[in-house]
């Protein structure tokens, strides 16, 4: 008899967490090492919503159980915020407080699915997705987009990877791990399709603040009202405010999905953090200053990462539009002789980088397309140039 049950034994683990653990060890070792790896911004937590944490801790109530789907306040705000942001019109009853976006992701398809059931999986996609996927007894059914399209999916690619099984699609936008932005029209298009054929949405908005350019972001649900019946909605304070430590997402959906969810994160952890609970209603309460200066040096990094990796002979990449990630194409230079290895997969590369260049990027296989990579810009000018030109300087070696 295994010691480990076959549904958790079958986890891949986060290649994303995974590299960027190993780029801090070799760091603590005393190694000089540019770390493009994790999808977390390089800021502080605004100074305010860190206050508000402090007076959390010296409130007694907090001290106490709160209720599982969250504190009213806080689901009040953010049925309030997703109206302000999103043009999405909600009630506090369709709002479920989690423990970060990972947590109402996997409640959100533990809740939908059924086993058997299948997603409809754009790809390349968070490392997470497809994992809560089976956790749940789902089908994950990859959708593959490329660089031609900038990575954006289309109705057409959807209906035909549609089956009688599909009964929901993953739709993220700002993408991560490409950056990809779909137009308003292009959302509202897939958010009819799918209303046509019954199918339900999970829209990750998690990146909704950082789109740069002429892109902008558009909810799914704003665009197609008719899918409030068929839709729930994943966000959270960790990008827009710099609180990935903090761990506070949401899941919005109709009352009676948020309510069977509710049930299952009673049993699975009840109630967040109150102090972080506290943390995040000032976030979502207070002004956007913060976000919009985060904003503005992401825009730098972006442009500058791009200009650097598309001037390196044989990569590839879109310029990306939202969310703090570039995606290149490393296809050019695979199966050529580097310091005597011959990398045959992204995977091999990305490994010879980091150890020959000291340069941690994560490996296309862990988004679903081997042959690519996904670069954080979410780090300092300086180690942004250092990193891009080490990673440069190697690859100009290649026979």
Request: contains cysteine.
């Amino acid at each position: 008899m295994s010691r480990i049950s076959r549904r958790i034994g079958a986890i891949a683990p986060s290649a994303t967490l995974a590299v960027d653990a190993t780029a801090k060890a070799m760091q603590a070792a005393g190694q000089d090492i540019v770390v493009f790896g994790a999808g977390e911004p390089d800021f502080p937590t605004p100074e305010h919503i860190v206050a508000a944490a402090e007076r959390a801790c010296h409130e007694p109530r907090m001290h106490r159980y709160t209720p599982s789907g969250g504190l009213p306040e806080l689901r009040t705000a953010v049925a309030e915020k997703t109206r302000r942001d999103s043009g999405v019109t909600v009630t506090p009853s369709q709002v479920l407080i989690t423990n970060g976006g990972k947590q109402a992701v996997y409640e959100a398809f533990a809740t939908l699915l059924d086993p058997g059931d299948e997603v409809l999986l754009p790809a390349p996609y968070w490392t997470t997705y497809p994992e809560s996927i089976r956790l749940a007894g789902g089908v994950p059914v990859e959708v593959v987009t490329g660089p031609d399209a900038d990575y954006r999916v289309t109705v057409e690619q959807l209906e035909a990877a549609r089956t009688e099984r599909t009964k929901v699609l993953l739709f993220c936008s700002p993408s991560n791990p490409t950056g990809a932005v779909h137009t308003p029209e292009e959302v509202r298009a897939i958010g009819e399709w799918a209303a046509r054929t019954g199918i339900w949405v999970l829209a990750d908005e998690i990146y909704e603040h950082l789109v740069y350019g002429e892109a902008r972001f558009s909810s799914i649900l704003a665009e197609v009202p008719d899918l409030a019946q068929r839709c729930v909605i994943v966000n959270g304070v960790a990008k827009t405010y710099a609180m990935t430590g903090w761990r506070v997402g949401w899941l919005i959906g109709p009352t009676d999905v948020i309510s069977a969810a509710t049930n299952l994160q009673s049993h699975a952890t009840s109630n967040v953090s109150n102090v972080a609970q506290a943390a995040a209603l000032a976030a979502v309460t207070g002004p956007l200053d913060a976000v919009a200066t985060m904003r503005t040096a992401f825009d730098r990094r972006r442009l500058t990462m791009h200009r650097m990796l598309s001037e390196i002979p044989g990569v590839r990449c879109p310029v990306p539009q939202g969310a703090f990630y570039c995606y290149p194409s490393l296809q050019a230079v695979l199966g050529r002789p580097l310091r005597g290895k011959t990398p045959t997969s992204s995977a091999q590369l990305c490994q010879l980088i980091l150890e020959e260049v000291g340069v941690a990027i994560v490996p296309g296989e862990a988004f679903g397309t081997p042959g690519f990579a996904r670069l954080s810009y979410a780090l300092s000018d300086d180690d942004l140039v250092k990193g891009v030109d080490r990673v440069g300087a190697l690859l100009a070696e290649l026979d």
